[in-house]
């Protein structure tokens, strides 16, 4: 608009406030007048110009219209929220005006095969204040009493973080976490002196016995942001199972956490409170586990271990019958209700960079060299394909040697670990005859063997190179070599000599003990190769159990004469071979031992077997990391079946 153009210009130029007089008597003037630029004050004489600004019928009109759409509008969105929104805003206004929490122990308790409570939910209590509402006194007051009754929350740090929060005008801070009922009497009177500070209950895991459990239950924790995906329908305020049974029966176990809400004033005065929403707990889970035994478990590894300087160890129990977890351990292990209540400094450090890796379950995820203990599976697979028979006698001398099929000046030697003449089969798996498995599993002077296309068939069969499925724990497959896959992955031709390795548990195969366990399982049940689990019963709300089996992963693929042999050759073992130490039980006890060679300076400890002979209640696997001698293995197993025989009254569970 050139003429306000024009006054501005003219406003910056003026020396004098006099300079902007305007006369604006318009009674002089007419229509061509203000049409003018002569009209202007600016423009010639200040008395006789006068200024007017057109304004057209259309403008008006527009106006108008502009008037009417705007009133129009403004009804419309009145009643729009007043009328037909109003129960939805009121809604809003009401949330808007109250503190909710959650409430109830509402996650599912996990009991043992024996009735012992191993998972249970506690009411916990957290210490909330309303900084910006706190005088210094208060602040001073409330971090003397934390420093007083908690050795790990200095004076200093408490009143740092009130005053930090309070610079910030936070209305809410969380000052202590899951405090225990007892905690509570320390604030009773500061939280009754001052409306500022709350405390608020809460559902907290807790796990009895601790260390006992833990590589079979797991734990809770809170959800962090990359897990959102994995737990739909959880916030980041929520717990969840993170290993074990907790994890990954979850969805059983979870249950409704209940809602419970206060009402309050602009000024924070309660002025209502109800439950919004009943909890509902969780289902309520029995394992397979028994506590005792578990325990006993535990204590027998745990003392070899302390007693040879060891790192690391496994034991896994079975029920060959059906294929329950009667017991299993993975030492080291940790206190799940650390992780629950969340993790000191200190305590970080020695769960996450601790070389013994205690959160790592060597039942299941440990994947080792099996040494010997592999020999009863290439018994019944030479047994099988009428490679040779149990009673063919093949003579030892400690070793053999074989010529290089490039160039037969070059000669490999396959040592036996002793020698132990001739021998048949029975007797070869009870002295644990590495000559003799050599010769049955890649063949030996004009003696043609199994071959490793054959060995690979047969472990599959005995669950091995592929996962079991066990119910509650992330699992290795293990591995079973084969000329493929060293091509693909050492990008290497097979020679007799991997076959060799193969056929005494030695080079590249590895198994878990879960997998070794299984698998001698067959032999004692005579047939079957069953998938193990470890929850029993899942029990609804109304108290009605869900009775959980193991499925039957093969069965029938060994005759039962062969079958017989090997458990001969088991029990003579335990009688005059290799594991003759647990001959002193008072129950007859069949069972093979094995060294396997590893990247360190000494061989990992195995022991398999199974007992009673004739009916066995149970089969059990041993593994010490870098145990050297597979007697110490041996000692482990003893001193759990002595317990077992002595303790263990056998009934339904």
């Known amino acids: 608009m050139p003429i306000f153009n024009?006054?501005?210009?003219?406003?910056?130029?003026?020396?004098?406030?006099?300079?902007?007089?305007?006369?604006?008597?318009?009674?002089?003037?007419?229509?061509?007048?203000?049409?003018?630029?002569?009209?202007?004050?600016?423009?010639?004489d200040a008395k006789e110009k006068k200024l007017e600004i057109p304004v057209s019928s259309l403008s008006i009109n527009l106006l108008f219209v502009f008037v009417i759409a705007g009133l129009i509008f403004l009804t419309g969105y009145s009643f729009y929220i007043g009328v037909l929104n109003l129960d939805k805003y009121k809604k809003?206004?009401?949330?808007?005006?109250?503190?909710?929490?959650?409430?109830?122990?509402?996650?599912?308790?996990?009991?043992?095969?024996?009735?012992?409570?191993?998972?249970?939910?506690?009411?916990?209590?957290?210490?909330?204040?309303?900084?910006?509402?706190?005088?210094?006194?208060d602040m001073e007051k409330l971090a003397g009493i934390v420093s007083e009754n908690f050795a790990n929350q200095p004076y200093d740090y408490i009143y740092e973080k009130l005053v930090s929060a309070k610079s910030r005008n936070l209305g809410s801070l969380i000052l202590l976490k899951n405090l225990k009922e007892t905690d509570i009497a320390y604030f009773s009177e500061i939280i009754e002196a001052n409306t500022a500070i709350s405390l608020n209950e809460h559902a907290l895991r807790f796990y009895p016995e601790g260390n006992i459990f833990s590589h079979i239950v797991g734990y809770t924790s809170y959800i962090n942001p990359e897990e959102l995906d994995e737990f739909p329908g959880y916030s980041l305020a929520d717990t969840a199972g993170k290993k074990g049974?907790?994890?990954?029966?979850?969805?059983?176990?979870?249950?409704?956490?209940?809602?419970?809400?206060?009402?309050?004033?602009?000024?924070?005065?309660?002025?209502?409170?109800?439950?919004?929403?009943?909890?509902?707990?969780?289902?309520?889970l029995e394992l397979t586990v028994n506590y005792e035994l578990q325990k006993a478990a535990r204590g027998a590894l745990a003392k070899a271990i302390s007693e040879n300087n060891l790192s690391a160890g496994a034991v896994v129990i079975l029920d060959p019958n059906t294929g329950k977890v009667l017991s299993l351990i993975s030492l080291p292990d940790y206190d799940p209700n650390a992780f629950v209540r969340g993790l000191t400094g200190k305590e970080a450090d020695m769960y996450f960079n601790d070389p013994g890796?205690?959160?790592?379950?060597?039942?299941?995820?440990?994947?080792?060299?099996?040494?010997?203990?592999?020999?009863?599976?290439?018994?019944?697979?030479?047994?099988?394909?009428?490679?040779?028979?149990?009673?063919?006698?093949?003579?030892?001398?400690?070793?053999?040697?074989?010529?290089?099929?490039?160039?037969?000046?070059?000669?490999?030697?396959?040592?036996?670990?002793?020698?132990?003449?001739?021998?048949?089969?029975?007797?070869?798996?009870?002295?644990?005859?590495?000559?003799?498995?050599?010769?049955?599993?890649?063949?030996?002077?004009?003696?043609?063997?199994?071959?490793?296309?054959?060995?690979?068939?047969?472990?599959?069969?005995f669950g091995w190179g592929e996962k079991l499925g066990i119910d509650f724990a992330s699992e290795s497959a293990g591995r079973v070599p084969d000329p493929e896959w060293k091509e693909k992955v050492k990008n290497e031709g097979w020679f007799i000599g991997d076959t060799y390795n193969t056929s005494i548990g030695q080079g590249?195969?590895?198994?878990?003990?879960?997998?070794?366990?299984?698998?001698?399982?067959?032999?004692?049940?005579?047939?079957?190769?069953?998938?193990?689990?470890?929850?029993?019963?899942?029990?609804?709300?109304?108290?009605?159990?869900?009775?959980?089996?193991?499925?039957?992963?093969?069965?029938?693929?060994?005759?039962?004469?062969?079958?017989?042999?090997?458990?001969?050759?088991?029990?003579?073992?335990?009688?005059?071979?290799?594991?003759?130490?647990?001959?002193?039980?008072?129950?007859?006890?069949?069972?093979?031992?094995?060294?396997?060679?590893?990247?360190?300076?000494?061989?990992?400890?195995?022991?398999?077997?199974?007992?009673?002979?004739?009916?066995?209640?149970?089969?059990?696997?041993?593994?010490?990391?870098?145990?050297?001698?597979?007697?110490?293995?041996?000692?482990?197993?003893?001193?759990?079946?002595?317990?077992?025989?002595?303790?263990?009254?056998?009934?339904?569970?």
């Open 508 to 653: 590249d195969i590895l198994a878990t003990p879960l997998q070794v366990a299984s698998a001698i399982s067959v032999f004692a049940n005579k047939s079957v190769l069953y998938r193990p689990y470890v929850v029993k019963r899942i029990y609804t709300q109304d108290g009605v159990a869900h009775e959980l089996e193991g499925d039957i992963i093969n069965r029938n693929f060994i005759s039962s004469a062969n079958i017989n042999v090997v458990r001969e050759g088991m029990r003579e073992a335990v009688i005059t071979g290799s594991s003759r130490f647990l001959s002193q039980l008072p129950v007859a006890v069949a069972g093979k031992t094995g060294t396997a060679q590893t990247s360190g300076q000494k061989d990992n400890a195995w022991f398999a077997g199974f007992a009673p002979y004739e009916n066995p209640e149970l089969a059990i696997v041993v593994v010490l990391e870098e145990g050297e001698s597979s007697g110490r293995a041996v000692r482990v197993a003893y001193d759990i079946l002595d317990w077992y025989f002595k303790n263990f009254t056998r009934k339904e569970q």
């Open 245 to 284: 049974v907790e994890y990954y029966f979850e969805k059983y176990l979870k249950g409704v956490q209940g809602l419970f809400a206060k009402f309050v004033t602009a000024k924070g005065e309660v002025i209502q409170e109800r439950v919004l929403r009943e909890a509902q707990k969780g289902s309520a």
């Open 357 to 461: 890796n205690p959160l790592f379950n060597r039942t299941t995820l440990g994947e080792y060299a099996t040494g010997s203990v592999i020999k009863p599976l290439i018994a019944a697979a030479a047994l099988e394909e009428y490679i040779i028979s149990p009673n063919r006698y093949i003579f030892t001398n400690g070793f053999i040697e074989v010529p290089s099929v490039y160039d037969s000046s070059v000669v490999y030697r396959f040592n036996d670990w002793k020698n132990h003449g001739a021998v048949d089969m029975r007797e070869a798996i009870a002295v644990s005859s590495n000559v003799y498995f050599y010769t049955i599993g890649g063949g030996f002077e004009g003696f043609v063997g199994l071959g490793i296309e054959k060995i690979t068939k047969w472990l599959n069969k």
């Open 92 to 137: 809003i206004s009401d949330q808007n005006a109250q503190q909710t929490y959650k409430i109830g122990t509402n996650r599912g308790d996990i009991y043992s095969a024996d009735g012992y409570p191993v998972a249970v939910s506690v009411s916990a209590f957290n210490i909330e204040v309303n900084p910006s509402k706190l005088e210094n006194s």
């Open 6 to 44: 024009k006054i501005l210009k003219n406003f910056r130029r003026s020396n004098k406030p006099s300079d902007l007089l305007v006369n604006l008597d318009h009674k002089d003037m007419g229509p061509e007048d203000i049409l003018s630029d002569a009209a202007s004050p600016f423009f010639g």
